[in-house]
T-cell receptor
Framework: DQQVKQNSPSLSVQEGRISILNCDYT??????FLWYKKYPAEGPTFLIS?????DKNEDGRFTVFLNKSAKHLSLHIVPSQPGDSAVYFC????????????FGKGTKLSVKP | KAGVTQTPRYLIKTRGQQVTLSCSPI?????VSWYQQTPGQGLQFLFE???????NKGNFPGRFSGRQFSNSRSEMNVSTLELGDSALYLC??????????????FGPGTRLTVL
């Protein structure tokens, strides 16, 4: 039973426009959420995180929104750039350490020039 | 600072064999986690070690084991390999695994193929 779901396997966006990647979770115990980006042949790279006491966190072009009542989070990338083309993973966690992340299956983002 | 290194990068084994993968965390990092990535299941948590002690464990059979040494280097072992163990095995390290404060850094992974 998947606790973290990314229902869109792929997303294609034009350069300069907004990319919105979505993630749903089922475990109400989760209180820390992260987004990772992964290029082929490399390990995932941390992008941005949010704790459950917030509903928004921003870092440059990346903003994560958390809707606890809907158990939904989203990652907004504005403006999208061709270098953003990668697989994006949503992850969630609860408990004493960050070392046991539960990941979604990823969304492949393609940003077209 | 050097990143997380994993050796070997590629490995081919046959069913029934055992395999040991190695991970060297970023210098000063004491938390090391292991994940398995497959096309069907995505990234799944295997276990986390901190200061030579297993701190968290995922839902994998006992054939999967690990350990951490005093220099924080970690190894994972898979015994009696099955075809379904073919995957990319990723290691991640962070200073203490602390939530809200630490960032986990992933290595490039070891691609294991079981024939």
């Amino acid at each position: 039973d998947q606790q973290v779901k990314q229902n869109s396997p792929s997303l294609s966006v034009q350069e300069g426009r907004i990319s919105i990647l979505n993630c749903d979770y089922t475990n109400s115990m989760f209180d820390y959420f992260l987004w990772y980006k992964k290029y082929p042949a490399e390990g995932p790279t941390f992008l941005i995180s949010i704790s459950s006491i917030k509903d928004k966190n921003e870092d440059g072009r990346f903003t994560v929104f958390l809707n606890k009542s809907a158990k939904h989070l989203s990652l907004h990338i504005v403006p999208s750039q061709p270098g953003d083309s990668a697989v994006y993973f949503c992850a969630a966690n609860y408990g004493g350490s960050q070392g046991n992340l539960i990941f979604g299956k990823g969304t492949k983002l393609s940003v077209k020039p | 600072k050097a990143g997380v290194t994993q050796t070997p990068r590629y490995l081919i084994k046959t069913r029934g064999q055992q395999v040991t993968l190695s991970c060297s965390p970023i210098s000063g990092h004491r938390s090391v986690s292991w994940y398995q990535q497959t096309p069907g299941q995505g990234l799944q948590f295997l276990f986390e070690y901190f200061s030579e002690t297993q701190r968290n464990k995922g839902n994998f059979p006992g054939r999967f084991s690990g350990r951490q040494f005093s220099n924080s280097r970690s190894e994972m072992n898979v015994s009696t390999l099955e075809l379904g163990d073919s995957a990319l095995y990723l290691c991640a390290s962070s200073p203490s695994g602390g939530r809200f404060t630490d960032t986990q850094y992933f290595g490039p992974g070891t691609r294991l193929t079981v024939l």
